[in-house]
């Protein structure tokens, strides 16, 4: 039987996780770029208003020309030409009026979302105010609780040079007091071996020698 080769698989390579950086988004412009960006929408609604306005004028003098038109085919009416000609400026202002009530419906409903953006910016504009404020005063804090950390930390190393400085200056006392003790000590044990041992009484020399002492001797020793 052959034998199959079977190939060595090559290990699989792992992709090295790549930590996706944070976005960091900086809170105290937010509301002033939402406003900024408000501004443009509210701007661009304006500008498509304002085209509307256009149109409505350009409906309303579209429509006085084809009324225009359409009384000078009403006279003409009994004719043949005539009525066709009335037919079509009649057509022609149906559709003017239908254009012209679009564009005054597209041009009024632009007022609410116009208004409501107006109310968001005037929102975020006051938050930013009060944002810069409440900036103002965390700067203050700050700066006061970073000059209390420090007049702490000034204080507990104060304390903690002064309670060393008694240390050492307790252990120097102790060191002085036991040296001055030990000194004490060998001047007792130097004055102690240097004592002279006292004379026995003459009493004792006397009382030796009572015995061979005359009777008037005695007597006086005794006396």
Do not use: C
């Amino acid at each position: 039987m052959s034998r199959r080769k079977t190939a060595k698989r090559a290990p699989k390579r792992r992709s090295p996780n790549h930590a996706t950086p944070t976005a960091t988004i900086n809170l105290q412009k937010v509301p002033a770029q939402m406003a900024a960006q408000l501004n443009k929408d509210i701007a661009n609604l304006k500008q498509q208003q304002s085209q509307l306005s256009k149109d409505i004028n350009e409906w309303n003098a579209e429509i006085k020309k084809i009324t225009t038109r359409a009384t000078a085919a009403k006279a003409k009416s009994h004719t043949k030409a005539g009525a066709k000609q009335l037919k079509k400026a009649n057509n022609e202002l149906k559709a003017a009026n239908q254009s012209l009530a679009k564009a005054k419906k597209a041009a009024q409903a632009m007022d609410k979302p116009i208004e409501a953006l107006k109310d968001q910016q005037a929102k975020f504009v006051a938050l930013q105010k009060h944002i810069n404020q409440f900036e103002k005063i965390w700067a203050v804090a700050l700066k006061n609780a970073k000059a209390e950390r420090a007049a702490k930390a000034a204080k507990a190393a104060k304390a903690a040079k002064e309670a060393q400085a008694a240390k050492a200056a307790k252990a120097k006392a102790k060191k002085t007091s036991s040296k001055k003790s030990k000194t004490r000590s060998n001047n007792i044990s130097s004055e102690t071996n240097n004592v002279i041992p006292a004379r026995e009484p003459e009493v004792e020399i006397y009382n030796a020698n009572m015995d061979d002492a005359s009777p008037e001797d005695n007597k006086k020793m005794n006396s």
